[in-house]
């Protein structure tokens, strides 16, 4: 359990819980522990690894974590229900330090048309989940959800009961992102004036950024006497996404003069994670995202460049490298043997489940040196993205060529493998991506809708990977795929059918807030 100390903040990411409620990223087993243990290298208080009753997998997911990580907390969410918090009690029994994070709704407008609960009933059920949890844990954390919209003195009422139950963090969700940062602050403030016993336990908020509010929020409740605020990577998460972690902390870290608060982020960390968890979920940065953005520390104007040249302070309030902009080294080359690699993966935390998956990986870092000069760190994270993508492949690319010429329509030919058998086509589009998808469409008729087409360069130069995102949806269903080659319409061809191959994969599972 994190130590209750009055100057200490607690971050409490939520990238593999509310994060991956983001359309379309879903995250594997694998995929969950590459993010925990970078997260853990991050320094995160307590990592919430996912909804254990969502589904077997997502059981998995989180038992995995939480068998894997060792410096941080391993939490899981649990509906206010026995077999939720059973289920979570169970994943995160192997965990160093495990804590069950239960909630349920406050607000009227929950309890009335979502739940159906009378205030009683929700006073009832919390506690008997609180009681529960700390059966498997003494480390409990309680959330009103729609707090934000809950009546004061019903989350009084709620609050008191669910520390007399023995619960020790006591989260406070603007669930739908509807609050301001003054309402916010003055909610927290009163709520821990009025709550009999509330210095005992650790108070939290988890804010939403429907209004672009969500990290202004999350600094208002701190002020006002939370000492743990949930947040998540590159604000990742449902709708508008959470709070972002790295401006949350960056904030408290840079006006300390304000907080007076320590966090344990180690703060280089922070650029290789984004790129990690965007990598993986297929959500690009914006260019001009706070601290993580491409364009975060680029001085365009003549004016700032000059002042900056001149004294740094002039027109920077970070350092960039303060926030790991430098990790960006060359890393291996053609010439590098399987060792080298290997060293590099592992400094990277990347680990291959067999030798088999090592060598293929090898055999496309050959392939891709051949092409590129230099090979930076991030396009060994994506060679190994595609290696995992790879392993589930019901769809497979076994070759393709496109054409484009100017006054002449593009055309595409692929050839897939499916199945064991081949398949080829072509295609014709308004471009050779476009040509491309239309070859592939030829051969699966997948009766999906494209939501989304967005191509990142990995890293600088022409002669960089690109990195392709493709969102489909089919039947309600929503998937992100990703694809990277030094070819951007390889690269495009690999994240359609990696997106199409999570789509076969028909995962099943539960949303905790429906
Ligand atoms: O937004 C929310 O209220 C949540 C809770 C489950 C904490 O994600
Ligand atoms: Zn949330």
Known sequence: MPEITKDKLIIFDTTLRDGEQSPGASMTREMKIRIARQLE??????????????????????????????GSTVCSLARAIENDVRRAGEAIQPAKSGRIHTFIATSPIHMQHKLRMNEDQVVEHAVRAVKLALEYTDDVEFSAEDAVRSDMDFLVRVFDAV????????????TVGYSIPAAWGERIRQLIARVPDSHKVIWSTHCHNDLGLAVANSLSAVMNGARQIECTINGLGERAGNASLEEVVMAVKTRRDIFNLDTRIDTTQIVPTSKLVSSITG?????????????????ESGIHQDGV???????EIMRAEDVGWN?????????????????RFTALNIEFRSEEAFNATFQRFKELADRKNEIF??????????????VSEHYRLVAMGAHSETGAMPVARVVMNIDGKEHHADGQGGGPVDATFKAIEQIVHSGTELQLFSVNNITSGTDAQGEVTVRLSKGGRIVNGQGADTDIVVASAKAYLNALNKLHSKLERAHPQV
């Open 163 to 174: 520390i007399k139950a023995g619960a020790t963090t006591l989260n406070v969700p603007d």
């Open 377 to 390: 760190d991030e396009d060994l994270q994506a060679l190994v993205s595609d290696e995992a993508a790879q």
């Open 327 to 343: 990790a960006n080294k060359l890393s291996l080359g053609k010439l590098s043997g399987r060792n080298a690699l290997r060293q």
């Open 309 to 315: 040249i001149k004294h740094r302070e002039t027109y």
């Open 41 to 70: 290298k991050l320094g995160v208080d307590i990592i919430e690894a996912g909804f254990a009753a969502a589904s077997p997998g997502d059981f998995a997911a989180v038992k995995a974590v939480a068998e894997t990580i060792k």
């Open 283 to 299: 959500y690009p940065v914006q260019p001009n995202k706070a601290i993580v953005g491409a364009n975060a520390f680029a001085h």
